[in-house]
């Protein structure tokens, strides 16, 4: 039977050890807080070394593991090396690899260059192989999960967004070939989020209130998502988070392979 915390009620992940890609802000972040709220010791990764260490302060007070940071540019193969390694002379071992990158170029087909395409690739898929090439040995030495953070656009694009919905299908791909190379050892699992309050995602607001689009905050952040949201509203990071963490644990031992959609109920494919 899975261990649950009786403070959370949320499966227990004591003694084990994540690494969470590009996790400074935003989703990844957000991933990073409810894995060491579960009980996890968690590495997080950024490239800006001042905010890096302002999210290890803000992750490390919710959980009791440990919380550290290693700074690393996901596009740099020695660096994702380099990361990977740091993690495992750290803790010991990998139990869980979270796969996070930031978000590649916006614009239509006719608004981003060759040059937009290559760094999407290196950015979203490249940093995906590299990270779960170079974790895989540990993982598969302890048994573990992979999940891979990627969007909505990829079941539903949208058409000023695509590179994120062209690229990211690759991260699809390989994380369902991880499904069944790395099984049974080791679980791997992507997340397809929808729209999310993310620091981000507030930026871009408030300067639309600012440029006078919106009258509110509120207003702006209503008419940011085109479709409905049959939840009502977009989502804080930390309902996505806490999926992330769900795919982690034990009571996700059988969930291998999937693409859950995080999203409201937005997508209406069946």
């Known amino acids: 039977m899975t261990a649950i915390d009786p403070a959370t009620g949320t499966p227990s992940l004591d003694g084990n050890t994540a690494l969470v890609a590009a996790s400074s802000s935003g989703l990844g972040k957000a991933a990073a807080t409810s894995l060491a709220a579960a009980g996890a010791n968690v590495v997080l990764n950024g490239r800006d070394e001042a905010k890096l260490d302002d999210a290890v302060a803000a992750v490390d007070a919710v959980g009791p593991g440990d919380v550290v940071g290693h700074a690393a540019d996901l596009t740099d193969g020695d660096a994702v090396a380099g990361l990977v390694a740091a993690t495992a002379e750290r803790f010991g071992t990998i139990d869980h690899l979270v796969v996070n990158t930031g978000d590649p170029a916006s614009g ?21 192989v590299r990270l779960t090439r170079e974790a895989g040995p540990y993982l598969r030495d302890g048994g573990g999960s992979i999940v891979a953070i990627t969007s909505i656009t990829v ?25 069944r190379e790395l099984a049974p050892g080791v679980r791997a699992n992507a997340v397809l989020p929808g729209p999310v309050e993310t620091p981000a995602l507030r930026d871009i607001v408030e300067d639309a209130v600012e440029r006078g689009e919106y009258d509110s905050y509120e207003e702006g952040l209503a008419s940011y998502w085109p479709d409905d949201i049959p939840t009502g509203s977009v989502a804080q990071p930390g309902e996505l988070g806490d999926v ?24 209406r494919a069946v």
């Open 155 to 179: 079941r539903q694009p949208v058409p000023s967004l695509v590179l994120s919905s062209s690229v990211r299908m690759a991260v699809l791909g390989l994380v369902k070939t991880l499904s």
């Open 108 to 128: 239509g087909l006719h608004d981003v260059t060759d040059d937009d395409w290559y760094h999407a690739f290196d950015l979203l898929v490249m940093s995906a």
């Open 244 to 267: 992330v963490a769900f795919l982690a644990s034990p009571a996700a031992s059988y969930v291998n392979g999937a693409q859950l959609l995080v999203d409201g109920g937005i997508v």
